[in-house]
Every structure is written in structure tokens, then in C-alpha cells.
């Protein structure tokens, strides 16, 4: 068996691994997590998020790592870039960021073996009041359902903690993407929805390790895909926004491997 499909699973093939393995993930995700850090000086007017993307290939290589988006199902870069009601899986390219566009920067590597996935905000000059409102909401949204994380606890209850969180906002969660299990692979059992109900799921255990990426819009919940096969957006083009961590379950709660060393999460900060 290949290290890739080796270790303990649950009855619902989530993989659960071992304590040393948590420093793995650690480092995977640090990378990632410091790779954002380093962009946010490149996000202004004027910039392209073709500009932003190269920087992102370069910084992957440069720390030694491998991105695990180029050559992923055929997506030729190292990071997704979406822009205003962009909801998902923007590509990079020639689109000119332009005053007060807000946009999501998600960047996967692979770091001896071990993904690390993060997503997070960041805003091209200045930031308007309902732009600032949604991503106040979806990044404290994210936490609310990282706080639902503990042994003993449900996907559903992640869920329901995010999604009452949003609506309580009158905002609304994208149901078309999740988040994922992973860790030596990159998308893996189980689906992890930002909706649900109170002990509806899977329960979780010690050594699970999976992201939580809400998506939420202004508008209404749907999506659709547009001609290039990747490009998630919002049916009513009203605006969007989403964070991302990768975490691994404790005995008592959760390990964020993605954290910001810089302590740009949120982008506000300025
Ligand atoms: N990083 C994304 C996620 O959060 C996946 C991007 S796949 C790509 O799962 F091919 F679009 F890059
Ligand atoms: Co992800
Ligand atoms: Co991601």
C-alpha cells in the first residue's frame, strides 16, 4: 500500500492520522499561509491577477515546495484568484484590478508529501462599507465553524455553525463547493459543507485533518460555471467572499496549520 492511501480510517473513509503527523501539516501549511503574506504588497489598482500568480509560482519554488493546483484536473497555475462576484476558482490572468475590488487569493502546496490549502481576502485600494460587512462576516463565519471543531462534535455541527452564523447576517452560504479532507493528498473524504444541521454527519475524531472554506454572498446562495470550465460566479453577480484553513482535529479541539505568521489574515489590518 502506498503512503498515500495507508493509515486508520473511520466507517465513513475519513483517514485519521497519527500525532506525529501534525507537524507535517504544520509546515505545509505554513508555507502556504506565508506565500498570502508576501502577496498582500502586490494587490493594488492597477495590479493584474496574472502579476499576482507568477509572484505566487516563483514563491513555491523558492521555499521549496511544489503548488498543488498546476496540472491539478488540467489548471495550468499556482493559485485560484477571484474577483468581486467571482465565487470560486478564478484564473489568473490579464483582468486589471481596479479601485475597490475585493478578491480571494487560494494558493495549495505540497510540502514533503503534506498539503497545505488557505484562501483569504484582500482588497485592491479602497474598501467599500458592504464589501467590508461581507468579508467581516465570511471571515468570522470561518472561525465559528473552526470553533465547532472538537472530537465528539459533527460535520453538521461545523455546518450549522456557519450557516446560522451568515444568515443571521441576511447573507446567504454557497451550497455548490465544500471543503475537504486532506493531508497527503489534496481532496479527500469527507465532503465538508457549510450548512447542516446539529449532529447531522460524520463525528470527529483526534488526527482527522480537513479544510473549512465557507463562501458567501451578498445575494442569492447559486453559482454557475462559466465558459472556461472553472470560473465559479454568482447567479444574481452580487458579490462574494471566502477564507480558508486547513485544520487537524485535537483531543480538545483544533490545530489552525495555516495561520498567518505575519498576522495577515484578515484585511483590515491596515
Ligand atoms: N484550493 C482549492 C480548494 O480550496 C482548489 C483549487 S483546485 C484548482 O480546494 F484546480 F482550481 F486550482
Ligand atoms: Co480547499
Ligand atoms: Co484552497
Given amino acids: 500500500m502506498d503512503e498515500k492511501s495507508r493509515?486508520?480510517?473511520?466507517?465513513?473513509?475519513?483517514?485519521?492520522?497519527?500525532?506525529?503527523?501534525?507537524?507535517?501539516?504544520?509546515?505545509?501549511?505554513?508555507?502556504?499561509?506565508?506565500?498570502?503574506?508576501?502577496?498582500?504588497?502586490?494587490?493594488?489598482?492597477?495590479?493584474?491577477?496574472?502579476?499576482?500568480?507568477?509572484?505566487?509560482?516563483?514563491?513555491?519554488?523558492?521555499?521549496?515546495?511544489?503548488?498543488?493546483?498546476?496540472?491539478?484536473?488540467?489548471?495550468?497555475?499556482?493559485?485560484?484568484?477571484?474577483v468581486n462576484h467571482v465565487v470560486c476558482h478564478g484564473i489568473p490572468g490579464d483582468k486589471v484590478l481596479k479601485d475597490g475590488d475585493i478578491l480571494n487569493i487560494d494558493v495549495t502546496v505540497i510540502v514533503d508529501g503534506w498539503f497545505g490549502d488557505t484562501s483569504r481576502m484582500y482588497v485592491a485600494g479602497k474598501l467599500s462599507r458592504k464589501a467590508e460587512r461581507l468579508i467581516q462576516v465570511t471571515h468570522d463565519a470561518l472561525f465559528?465553524?473552526?470553533?465547532?471543531?472538537?472530537?465528539?462534535?459533527?460535520?453538521?455541527?461545523?455546518?450549522?455553525?456557519?450557516?446560522?452564523?451568515?444568515?443571521?447576517?441576511?447573507?446567504?452560504?454557497?451550497?455548490?463547493?465544500?471543503?475537504?479532507?486532506?493531508?497527503?493528498?489534496?481532496?479527500?473524504?469527507?465532503?465538508?459543507?457549510?450548512?447542516?444541521?446539529?449532529?447531522?454527519?460524520?463525528?470527529l475524531e483526534e488526527g482527522m485533518f480537513f479544510t473549512i472554506e465557507p463562501m458567501v454572498n451578498l445575494g442569492r446562495p447559486e453559482t454557475k460555471i462559466l465558459a472556461d470550465d472553472w470560473t465559479a460566479v454568482t447567479r444574481d453577480k452580487s458579490l462574494s467572499a471566502q477564507f480558508e484553513h486547513s485544520v487537524g482535529v485535537t483531543a480538545d479541539g483544533a490545530e489552525i496549520f495555516t495561520l498567518s505568521p505575519a498576522g495577515l489574515f484578515h484585511p483590515t489590518y491596515a
Fill in 144 to 203: 465559528k465553524g473552526i470553533e465547532a471543531v472538537r472530537p465528539g462534535n459533527t460535520f453538521g455541527d461545523i455546518g450549522h455553525a456557519i450557516q446560522s452564523f451568515v444568515e443571521g447576517h441576511r447573507m446567504s452560504v454557497v451550497r455548490d463547493f465544500c471543503g475537504h479532507g486532506l493531508g497527503r493528498v489534496f481532496h479527500a473524504p469527507p465532503n465538508v459543507l457549510h450548512y447542516g444541521q446539529p449532529g447531522a454527519g460524520p463525528v
Fill in 7 to 82: 493509515g486508520r480510517r473511520t466507517k465513513d473513509n475519513i483517514r485519521l492520522y497519527d500525532p506525529a503527523d501534525f507537524a507535517g501539516m504544520h509546515m505545509a501549511g505554513r508555507v502556504a499561509a506565508e506565500i498570502l503574506d508576501e502577496v498582500a504588497p502586490l494587490v493594488f489598482p492597477g495590479q493584474t491577477t496574472g502579476e499576482i500568480d507568477r509572484v505566487i509560482t516563483e514563491l513555491v519554488e523558492q521555499k521549496g515546495s511544489t503548488s498543488a493546483t498546476i496540472g491539478y484536473k488540467g489548471y495550468q497555475h499556482a493559485s485560484c484568484i477571484s
